[in-house]
């Protein structure tokens, strides 16, 4: 990081609220959440020529990725060609080739909590296949937390955390 270089594609990404990078040696992969901005400006951005030009991945039919909002992108510590994401309210993605294409993995309970109205998502991937999603509601409450434990394919709802104060359940984001 001594060293920086302005990548020569940089203008079709400029002005994005950036929340998650993958870079993949000559393949770079964005996500962009901005959700007062144009859909334009949200969602999955793919470049294969270490970012010379950039593609917008979301809403392109070829992609599977559907359109929206992307508020995270989450890597694959031991499989870097599989990715994770979120497009909007319509799921939560996986791609397997570095971002080119995506197939959704959400299940209905992550569904049905997203088609609520989200304000956040964050997705972590583990050792082992473990994926966890955390999904922040309009009222900025933690209102789903999943797991799964084979890269995304099976689901697992998580109690959601919480602490007794004055005798009174709070949950996150209070």
Aim: negative net charge.
């Amino acid at each position: 990081g001594t060293n920086w270089t302005l990548l020569s594609g940089s203008a079709t990404i400029t002005g994005l609220n950036m929340t998650g990078v993958a870079p993949r040696g000559a393949t770079l992969v964005v996500s962009a959440d901005h959700t007062g901005d144009s859909p334009g400006n949200r969602g999955i951005w793919r470049s294969t020529n270490t970012g010379a030009s950039w593609s917008h991945i979301s809403g392109a039919a070829e992609t599977g990725l559907p359109a929206g909002a992307s508020f995270d992108l989450a890597s694959d510590p031991s499989n870097h060609s599989r990715l994770f994401t979120n497009a909007g309210d319509n799921g939560i993605f996986r791609s397997i080739d570095a971002g080119a294409t995506w197939r959704k993995v959400s299940d209905a309970a992550m569904d049905a909590i997203l088609r609520t109205g989200t304000t956040n998502i964050k997705i972590s991937v583990g050792a082992s296949n473990n994926v966890y999603v955390a999904i922040v509601d309009r009222s900025e409450q933690l209102a789903g937390l999943f797991r799964s434990g084979d890269g995304g394919t099976t689901w697992t709802r998580l109690d959601l955390p919480i602490t007794i104060e004055s005798g009174v359940a709070v949950g996150i984001h209070t």
